[in-house]
């Protein structure tokens, strides 16, 4: 079974970065696709970014394409969300999450969730 622990975030002001990092422990890690999802309250959980098991293959929704970059790094189990130019519409709980399948953008897809780090961007 995936365990997974999310770290990172924190309070922030608009227009700040934010290195977000999730923590696997077993090793079919590396079979699984990984992703990020955000949750604002009173909202429904909202598919951020993907990255394939290899690391090749990466999918972002569109409001994040160009400020958020998703990484994985297999050999310490640890994937990261690097978030750029935030805004207080960013404000969310950002959870990891891990897959065999393939929709990415679909959170009943996932199998494994982190507990979830909340980010709050201030304006």
């Known amino acids: 079974q995936v365990q997974l622990v999310e770290s990172g975030g924190g309070l922030v002001q608009a227009g700040d970065s934010l290195r977000l990092s999730c923590a696997a422990s077993t090793r079919p890690f590396s079979r699984h696709s990984m992703a990020w999802f955000r949750q604002a309250p009173g909202k429904e959980r909202e598919f951020v970014a993907a990255v394939s098991w290899t690391g090749g293959i990466t999918n972002y929704a569109d409001s994040m394409k160009g400020r958020f970059t998703i990484s994985r790094d297999n050999a310490k189990k640890m994937v990261y969300l690097e978030t750029s130019s935030l805004k207080p519409e960013d404000t969310a709980v950002y959870y990891c999450?891990?897959?065999?399948?393939?929709?990415?953008?679909?959170?009943?897809?996932?199998?494994?969730w982190g507990q979830g780090t909340p980010v709050t961007v201030s304006s």
């Open positions: 999450a891990a897959t065999s399948r393939s929709d990415w953008t679909n959170p009943q897809s996932y199998n494994y």
